[in-house]
């Protein structure tokens, strides 16, 4: 569904078809919202960038990446697997100046010094042994905002995820259901509820999609079990 059809769709579930209580500026608020909320859950924008380890240096400004990053599941160097921390983990545990123990970095914490400055820190400090080698970064980063009325949800920059259109409907129960909380009347609270628990269902199975995408494949048996009759044959 695009922005058009999502507003028009609200507002038949609000009871608001042109929108004199809920507004479009409303609506579109709610709509963002929402999409924060199922993309945090389900990672369903997601980027990977490549930095390269330096001597010595512990910080590495995230102004590189595309977008706005909301969370970073996954950080690697030379191929292995670092352990996400906060720092006050470090301030807690070390028992010492921590921003000085040298060594290959083991865990990471992202560290933010300003709403529009963020790094992430390596732990231990990284030494001439670990320059070049790569630092691989996968995070998950916010929506372009829906503007024009083709758009459609979860768009990173012009595109979006074409397996996320059968579930579109779910983000227009979710944001009724906000709207009508705003006049809570007790049939306003009903439908509220009602519309939540759908959207919540919807999101559970976006959830599983996408998580079936990144899900290691089982081992599977090859060939398989035959009795072989050639015996029982010749004793006939």
Known sequence: MNLSELQSLIGSLCSDPNHDRYSLADINIELDNT??????????ITDTVTLTVADGA??????????????????THKGIDLKKRSKAYFDHLTGSDWTLHPGTPKDYFIEQT??????LTLYPVPQSSDIGDNLVVEYGKRHT???????????????SNYLLRPFDWGIAYSVSAKLLLRDPIPENVAKSKGYSDIAKNVLIEVVQVFKALEAEEPKRLTGG????????RQWK
């Open 58 to 75: 512990r910080q590495y400004a995230l102004s590189s990446l595309t977008g706005t990053p909301i969370s970073f599941p996954r950080v």
């Open 114 to 119: 300003d709403p529009a400055v963020q790094y």
């Open 145 to 159: 905002a829906m503007s024009a009325a083709s758009d459609v949800p979860f768009m990173s920059g012009t595109t």
């Open 225 to 232: 079990r035959y009795w072989d009759f050639s015996a029982y």
């Open 35 to 44: 999409q924060d909320t199922w993309n945090l859950e389900a990672k369903l």
